[in-house]
């Protein structure tokens, strides 16, 4: 099932580039015969978006057999950084400070989410956040539109929540249904309720030495207060992060420069990621692909950070689904000196990351310090 | 002189990291118990902008002595890489349509640039955008302030110009006083008039999937472009940037990866750089470090582009220096297949971006297709 939808998206990506002319073996040549849109003749170099490719890993071609070399052991070796405890320990501590503006002011943050069908994993996220701003005292409201609503729809309902004084953060749930434009439905979240942190100015301000975003986006966030509270040193470690989406890969490589590591960035254009992604002290694996990295991926006493939450069929679990990360957890903790669960991980921390990013944003609006 | 310097240098950066309890050595066990300023004690991750050092590199340690080996040889084996006539053609086809703008709508591009101080490199670089602007036919207007001026009175000189209908871009030529907050004078330009493309919202354009900036930094742009007529290759290539500068080595970095390049950025905490350079099909050096990269930095056969521009003394010169680059070129043509030389490398690169930016930006302000 799995291996018919990678070979589906495979061909869809190699006619994408037939298309363009720029499969990677055919090169910059190619590329460069591209429409030069904004440069009218005057130069090479074609607008930025014309090159964007969906990023879809050939994973039969990149993963290899897990080979156990002598720097492995038989037995589990890595520590299990328990993002769950974390993540409580944080929801504690940001209930602490709602009840405080509670009574202070007598107001709490406000959190709207627009879910757009009805995908279960997304329905399962919503949920996940519904009771965890319920948990911490935040306001939560939630707006479901069909399947086939319109962009404008969406749009409308955004601009109600730009204008409520009550909301102080919005979060359009993702992956939107195809014929939405993410980005025109991610533009028109004001700046300042951009809890996610992926409006251009924040993630502009995250990049930029001497700049601050109002909001990091919450799954980065979370895995650098993973790394933090884990005792990971960062300052001068080489990290690796797997994937470049707006929302995760790219952020998290953004963040960790923040830190002073030196950062790559291996996507599904990489040649050879594994060769990469072996040299990395700190590995942080979002590319979406279940298992992606084995054994053989990671440096031995590498610290490794899994984003990746696939749903999987699984009729013995609730809802006949459950999540895999992208990284082999039983290969991985053999050879990592410390690995995040799937579930357990990364997941709760984004969660508890919105909570902060919400009551951040309110304490901003309403400022109360 | 250049060694006292480096030293000096080193020696603030070392106290910086004391000061902040972060030296690379006691990791980020220490960065973590930097106050948590927005954390309010919630999370243990600090400010980013606390977090943010100069990037002083130790260039005594981190160089090597060039070893021949088998690989290299002894003769220049490197195509050179000629900035001076790429860019001479570029300024052609931008002088025919500021032509095409002026005979069409009796109007022109306007560049202003504001330089402070008396630097003689500034004052070097702002006379070469002159003679450019004058060249293709672009008004070009200077504001020269004082070294001691305030941040007020460039931030009056910028929001005049901001308002000025016959002004499309705005330039403040960096390095400013020490007294100045760069990142304040910038923000201070109008989003559409930064053609340098510094602007936080440029950058997030810059490298956000989906996303086209307004102006993209002109020194990255200008590489680009090079490598493109070139002919040189960039997607699923491994591209290492030497240096973090918001105005180079960031954007820089963020470009080719929209390009679809394997990017790792090495920066002045980065262990063993040479390591990491040695990996890279295209080496782009942006540390400011005269002679940084050798021989042995460079994987044979790679394409290197040098963005250093650094004073040296020299009294057989005019004006008594001379610029020299942070590629050692003498090393770099024996093991690379293609080097910019410094000058006429990416320098008239750079202006010709400048004057491509100004001009589209002139395009979209006055609707001139």
Known sequence: ??????????????????????????????LSTLKAEKGYGILKSPSLVSLDIPDIWDHKNMCSEFVSTRAYSNRETARRIDGQLIAEEIRLGISAEVSRMKSSIEKVPGLAVIMVGQRRDSQAYVRNKMVACEEVGIKFVLIELPENCSEDEICNALRNFNEDSSIHGILVQLPLPQHLDDGRILDAIRLEKDVDGVHPMNIGNLAMHGKEPLCIPCTPKGCVELLLRSDVEIVGKQAVVIGRSNIVGLPTSLMLQRYHATVSIVHAFTKNPEKITREADILVAAAGVPNLVRGSWIKPGAVVIDVGTNPIEDPNCENDYRLIGDVCYEEAVKVASAVTPVPGGVGPMTVAMLLFNTLESARRALNFV
């Not at 190699?14 to 090169?27: F, I, T, Y």
Request: net charge positive; with cysteine; charged share 30%.
């Open 1 to 30: 099932m799995m291996w018919r939808w990678i070979r589906t998206v495979t061909i869809a990506r190699e006619r994408w580039l037939r298309r363009r002319n720029c499969l990677p073996s055919s090169g910059i040549r190619a």
